[in-house]
């Protein structure tokens, strides 16, 4: 059984910075594409970014581009997502996916992935 733990979400001041974490049981991340979604209030889920195994394509959200960075380490099996510059529309509630057989590339990400954490919050305030 494969599952998703996030943790490191908290309120923060526009500008500021958070550091998102996933670590993983029942699976090596190392083969399996990553992502990071979020979903503010009233709104669709929408994907941040996404990595792809094993070649490491990674996807984007425009709105994120510049300021987010998607990584992992797979001694940890752990998925990270360094959010800079955050921004009041940058709030939600963030998820970490993962999967073994989908394989986002650089212009796209859905949310096709098998296995999801339970979400962290995140509140950036003006």
């Known amino acids: 059984q494969v599952q998703l733990v996030e943790s490191g979400g908290g309120l923060v001041q526009a500008g500021g910075s958070l550091r998102l974490s996933c670590v993983a049981s029942?699976?090596?991340?190392?083969?399996?594409?990553i992502g990071w979604f979020r979903q503010a209030s009233g709104k669709e889920r929408e994907a941040v970014s996404c990595r792809s195994a094993p070649d490491d394509s990674t996807y984007s959200a425009d709105s994120v581009k510049g300021r987010f960075t998607i990584s992992r380490d797979n001694a940890k099996n752990t998925v990270y997502l360094e959010m800079n510059n955050l921004k009041p529309e940058d709030t939600g509630v963030y998820y970490c996916?993962?999967?073994?057989?989908?394989?986002?590339?650089?212009?796209?990400?859905?949310?096709?992935?098998?296995?999801w954490g339970q979400g962290t919050q995140v509140n950036v305030s003006s």
């Open positions: 029942g699976a090596n991340l190392g083969y399996y594409a």
């Open positions: 996916a993962a999967d073994p057989d989908y394989y986002p590339d650089t212009d796209r990400c859905s949310a096709d992935f098998g296995y």
